[in-house]
């Protein structure tokens, strides 16, 4: 079945320091990825939609500059949590489509961000 | 906007059936998806009802009214392996992307 594998699937930072998450879809092409963020007990949220080629799509709300999206290949998306602080601690998760539009969703294995 | 609501917490006895329920308030979606998460660990696919009725995957089924803007999910011969949290999803169009939105949640505790 299709792979997201995200990496690393955890990290401790210090405050004020950027942190890189890697989603990469290891058996198939993704045009399209998203980004989702989990606080504890609660659900996913949308961050971003991240495009190859072109600049990411960000739900309200959130920061484009705190959240840099780069899509560069059709395997790979990268999301920079940047001067990260303590209230960006969650859980990121990403997701693609590989079988396109109108089909399901398969996620990464979630990174654990802690800032301290 | 798009809001899907669950029940925060249920409780089952093991080798029980259990529902969880879920109930929207857009229009204009794909379908219906069902996700299990386990803690620290990413949602997994369970079901997905593009159209109105039930859908059954093994111990899995699922069900949806567009009429009735609800949804549920049905666990049968529930084991404690179970235990977890059960979001319901929203597949829907928006700027062109296929967009998932999710909803509040529900904790499901098997117990003996």
């Known amino acids: 079945g299709a792979v997201v594998s995200q990496h690393p699937s955890w990290v401790i930072c210090k405050s004020g320091t950027s942190v890189k998450i890697e989603c990469r879809s290891l058996d198939f092409q993704a045009t399209t990825m998203f980004w989702y963020r989990q606080f504890p007990k609660q659900s996913l949220m949308l961050m971003a939609t991240?495009?190859?080629?072109?600049?990411?799509?960000?739900e309200q709300g959130v920061e484009k500059d705190k959240f840099l999206i780069n899509h560069a290949s059709l395997t790979l998306s990268t999301l920079t949590v940047t001067s990260a602080h303590p209230e960006d601690s969650s859980f990121y998760i990403c997701?693609?489509?590989?079988?396109?539009?109108?089909?399901?969703?398969?996620f990464g294995q979630g990174t654990r961000l802690t800032v301290v | 906007g798009q809001s899907l609501e669950q029940p925060s917490e249920v409780t089952a006895v093991e080798g029980a059936i259990v529902q969880i329920n879920c109930t929207y308030q857009?229009?204009?979606?794909?379908?219906l998806s069902w996700y299990q998460q386990h803690d620290g660990g990413a949602p997994t696919f369970l079901s997905y009802?593009?159209?109105?009725g039930l859908e059954e995957t093994g111990r899995f089924s699922s069900f949806l009214s567009r009429s009735d803007s609800y949804g549920y999910l049905l666990l049968q011969e529930l084991q404690m392996k179970d235990s977890a949290s059960y979001f319901c999803?929203?597949?829907?169009?928006?700027?062109?992307?296929?967009?998932?939105?999710f909803g509040t949640g529900t904790k499901l505790q098997v117990i003996p």
């Open positions: 991240s495009n190859e080629g072109s600049k990411a799509t960000y």
């Open positions: 009802n593009a159209l109105d």
């Open positions: 997701s693609a489509h590989p079988g396109g539009r109108g089909t399901e969703a398969f």
């Open positions: 999803a929203l597949r829907r169009n928006s700027g062109g992307y296929q967009k998932v939105t």
């Open positions: 857009t229009s204009g979606f794909y379908g």
